[in-house]
């Protein structure tokens, strides 16, 4: 939406405006956002949803205004856009604002107000101008937020951390039907809380799902801290989706049904820059660029929709002679190429490359030593996965860096291509997903024998913060000892990094 109105057209209105609907009912009770930064502006986003736990949160079957405003002080003595944005009841009362016209490398404050109530405050940056000196960028990259296995307090201290953005890698929400999580042993995991409803397979059941998940006061903590770049990865749909097939086989036209209800909430619920799927008729796709300066060059990649079905039947296994197959895709031939070129003209000292599954083909073993490979990720894409590297090693120049989530473990690891170390990738682990995880799974040091490009693993709850500089990039893996318990610290288990010019990881 572009601005609607001028400052002195609502300025009057603003903290006065007459209550609609039910008197009390509080309609930001899903918090506030802000994403997709450009060097002038970004995206701030609200749900109104006075009661989320019913349908349409609450809301009647109208249009209802929505005032906004951002400010460059955090009292809003200083206001410098101010509009008014329409809540639609077809995108479930979301709004998402394209504030244009602020300045490069500017941090921000922003609200809402409607139904005569006024949201809390967010914050927000804008990107740096790409020609100017950018002394470090301080990011953190997180997911896997199962909610019934465990609490948001990773979130809550992620919000603490004082970041130039969050990358979130996806499973905002987990579709599996009510009662039903799953520990790193595979064993059910102890549930501390319950899903409203059954397992969603419709628009209004996601939208449910979405709902009570941001409910969260710890995530809605972590959206106002600070500029989010969101993507999704399989749980927003169904386990281990891609392109048109899910993990059951259903016919691509029925499954396609559902897929594109999930992407719809999930555009809904995200402070995205993209069209809503029922208006553009085509999901929500996530691919950006964001440079900051001569610093870094961020490419955050979609490795779901446009990916060749997983090979050799899916599911941990030895690699099968398909996993070699040439037309295999992970990110389909036109997002190759925008990558592609995105890093041979990348002016910067560093390339975040941001994506969702594993890229270091990993031998999990089996328990009798055989070779098991996870076909839901690179590893399962020999021929695709070479193409990246070549990729990779055809930069002009500086150091890249892949930030991976999905396997609810931390890894180090560094990426070997034709025999040499040529990038390095940094995988976080989860908020939440698989409970609360422990030092190192069992095995896990017989598997970093039998691949000794694997550095260093880690099976607690947590994020990573990564911190770049002229010099190094570090990564500090933050975790927590449980999630089934409230309120736990977070301390670092590890951190690990590269200098500038440098192949391979050390510890720190």
């Known amino acids: 939406m572009i601005l609607i109105g001028g400052i002195a057209a609502v300025a009057a209105n603003w903290g006065h405006l007459p209550k609609a609907l039910r008197p009390g009912a509080y309609p930001f009770r899903l918090g506030v956002a802000s994403g997709d930064p450009l060097t002038t502006g970004f995206i701030i986003w609200t749900r109104l949803a006075p009661r989320p736990e019913e349908q349409r949160g609450g809301m009647p079957s109208e249009p209802v205004a929505v ?25 479930a009362h979301s709004v998402h604002v394209d504030v244009q016209g602020l300045q490069p490398g500017g941090h921000y404050w922003y609200r809402f107000a409607s139904m005569g109530e006024q949201s809390e405050t967010g914050k927000a940056q804008t990107l740096p101008d790409p020609r100017s000196h950018v002394a470090r ?33 996806g499973d905002y929400i987990y579709e599996y039907d009510v009662g039903i999580g799953m520990e790193v042993f595979r064993q ?50 169904q386990n281990n989706w891609v392109s048109d097939h899910d993990q059951g086989g259903s016919p691509p036209d029925m499954f396609l049904l559902r897929r594109n209800a999930a992407l719809q909430a999930w555009y809904e619920h995200m402070p995205v820059r993209d069209m809503p799927p029922i208006v553009s008729g085509r999901p929500p796709d996530c691919r950006r660029h964001a440079q900051w300066g001569g610093l870094l060059n961020a490419h955050f990649l979609n490795t779901r ?59 999990f073993l089996s328990d009798d030593g055989d070779a098991r490979y996870n076909m839901d990720s690179w590893a399962a894409y020999e021929t695709a996965r070479n193409r990246l590297f070549d990729m990779i090693e055809a930069r002009p120049s500086g150091n890249a860096m892949i930030v991976t989530g999905d396997m609810h473990e931390n890894w180090a690891c560094d990426l070997i291509h034709k025999e040499r170390v040529i990038a390095s990738e940094i995988v976080s682990t ?79």
């Open 67 to 91: 005032d906004w405003e951002v400010a460059s002080d955090d009292a809003f003595r200083t206001v410098v856009a101010r509009g008014r944005a329409t809540a639609f009841p077809e995108l």
């Open 137 to 169: 960028v301080r990011f953190a990259a997180l997911g896997c937020q199962h909610y019934e296995t465990g609490y948001y307090t990773a979130l809550r201290h992620a919000a603490e951390e004082e970041l130039d953005f969050i990358y979130h890698f």
């Open 188 to 237: 059910p995991a102890a549930l501390i809380r319950r899903y409203r409803g059954g397992a969603p397979s419709t628009l209004e059941d996601y939208r449910q799902r979405y709902a009570q998940t941001k409910e969260s006061l710890s995530l809605q903590k972590a959206h106002a801290s600070t500029t989010w770049f969101c993507t999704y990865d399989d749980h927003e749909v």
């Open 305 to 363: 929709l446009y990916r060749s079905d997983q090979p050799c039947g899916d599911g941990p296994k030895p690699l099968c002679p398909e996993t070699r197959a040439p037309a295999l895709q992970v990110l389909g031939k036109t997002q190759e190429e925008w990558l592609a070129d995105g890093l041979k003209a990348s002016p910067c000292t560093w390339d975040l490359i941001a994506q969702q599954i594993m890229v270091a083909p990993v031998d």
């Open 430 to 508: 989860s908020i939440t997903s698989d409970g609360d995880g422990s030092v190192m799974q069992v095995g896990r040091d017989k598997v970093m024998k039998a691949n000794p490009f694997v550095k260093w693993t880690n099976s607690r709850r947590g994020y990573v913060v990564s911190e770049v500089t002229p010099d190094a990039w570090v990564s500090h893996y933050r975790v927590m000892d449980a999630v089934t318990t409230r309120n736990m610290p977070a301390y670092t288990a590890a951190s690990w990094g590269v200098g500038v010019g440098e192949r391979g990881l050390r510890r720190i």
